[in-house]
């Protein structure tokens, strides 16, 4: 017995964007990251975001990081 393939349903180009999104960031020398963050770090990420460290958490994290890794430099 044949098994019926099912048909799409909702956004079909999901993939082909996400793999376009991907191929645009390693262009960029970017990097894709998923963090589990504790309770200390989400409480950090709400008050930066509240403080207007960044507009969102994707800016919040990618300033502090460039942050951190300047001290580091320097010293």
Wanted: proline share 0%; hydrophobic share 45%; charged share 30%.
């Amino acid at each position: 017995m044949a098994v019926k393939k099912k048909e799409l349903v909702g956004d079909a180009t999901r993939t082909l964007r996400a793999k376009a999104h991907l191929e645009r960031l390693e262009n960029a020398n970017g990097k894709r990251l998923l963090v589990d963050l504790d309770a200390e770090g989400h409480a950090a990420l709400k008050a930066l975001l509240a403080a207007g460290y960044g507009e969102t958490n994707k800016a919040v994290v990618n300033r502090a990081l460039v942050a951190a890794g300047k001290r580091i430099r320097k010293t």
